[in-house]
């Protein structure tokens, strides 16, 4: 004959049964929120994406974070040490929809898309410069690394969807290409009368160059630091729109010997050279010279300032 079990260990079963979260360990809960350390780098990659993704979810209301934003936040922790505030502040900075200024009243705006994470450019009907007004994606938009602009152009990659304007500017300034170099880590100015920001178009450092860290402008001068090293776009003021020799200057460098171009403005004409930073000799025709194919080139170890004439 069967045996009866005893009431109260019946009901003990039956709660136990209705309520499984009850007898779940306690490391399976953990994973109901998002919990790591400041430091995520302790962590292992494995980790980290685990509570960047719940952290992600948890602020979206479920949704997945998009792959190339989790790549993004993955790179930012072991290249520049984010924190986990960090990581959850900019994840409620891409869900708010807006990380650009809002463009003035009646100010035109157009849409470029990078879906699927492909590259796409966009003709503006603007000449010149434009600057993000709304960031659309969730995948952030960053100048110089996922939009880039031309006159009258944007290119965007990286998942980057955005809203863009015409770049403030007005009558008497002009966009010019900047080379600056933070050598030996030190600070560095480059450059006269800079209007407004510097937009970085090519990084030639293993640094990574981050606006307002260690490049910026400052003094109506673009300055650079920490080792960063680039290629600059900024608008400068030119006495009417006329180039001023003296407001114009590119550092160009031979590392380790090599030869190596960097951007001119050819409506300058033929650079000269103004300051040698090398100890290696710079002599026109053999370590820099000017070629209206190549553009200034330097090598031999040569480097130095050069400017119009």
């Known amino acids: 004959m069967p045996r009866t079990l005893p009431p109260a260990l019946l009901l003990a079963l039956a709660f136990a049964v209705a309520s499984p979260a009850l007898v779940q360990p306690a490391h ?3 994973g109901a929120r998002a919990y790591a350390p400041e430091d995520l780098w302790t962590l292992s990659t494995a ?6 993704s719940q952290e992600y979810r948890e602020q979206s209301n479920g949704r997945t974070i998009p792959n190339d934003q989790l790549r993004f936040y993955l790179d930012q922790v072991r290249l520049s040490r984010w924190t986990f505030s960090k990581v ?3 994840i409620a900075k891409s869900l708010g929809g807006n990380t650009g200024p809002n463009p003035p009243p009646g100010a035109q705006t157009i849409r470029c898309e990078s879906n699927d994470g492909r590259q796409r450019s966009c003709d503006t009907p603007w000449r010149g410069q434009s600057s993000l007004s709304r960031q659309l994606s969730s995948a952030r938009c960053t100048q110089g690394q996922t939009w880039f602009s031309a006159n009258g152009r944007v290119t965007v990659t990286q998942g980057c969807r955005a809203e863009f304007t015409a770049a403030a500017g007005g009558p008497g300034s002009q966009v010019v290409t900047l ?11 480059c450059g006269n009368d800079v209007i407004g920001r510097a937009q970085l178009q090519r990084q030639l450092s293993k640094t990574r160059c981050v606006e307002n860290s260690n490049f910026g402008v400052r003094n109506r001068q673009l300055w650079v630091n920490g080792g960063c090293r680039g290629v600059f776009l900024v608008r400068t003021s030119n006495n009417g729109g006329n180039p001023n020799p003296g407001d114009y200057s590119v550092t160009c460098s031979s590392d380790k010997g090599r030869y190596a171009t960097c951007a001119w403005d050819a409506r300058r004409g033929a650079p000269m050279l ?3 930073l090398s100890k290696d000799a710079c002599r026109a025709g ?3 010279g000017y070629t209206a194919r190549t553009g ?4 031999h170890g040569c480097r130095a300032r050069f400017g119009a004439r």
């Open 296 to 299: 200034l080139w330097v090598n």
């Open 179 to 189: 080379q600056c170099e933070s050598n030996d880590g030190r600070l560095r100015n």
């Open 88 to 90: 959850k502040q900019d």
């Open 47 to 52: 980790d980290q994406t685990r509570v960047i």
């Open 274 to 276: 103004i300051q040698q």
């Open 28 to 30: 399976a809960q953990v």
């Open 286 to 288: 053999y370590s820099w």
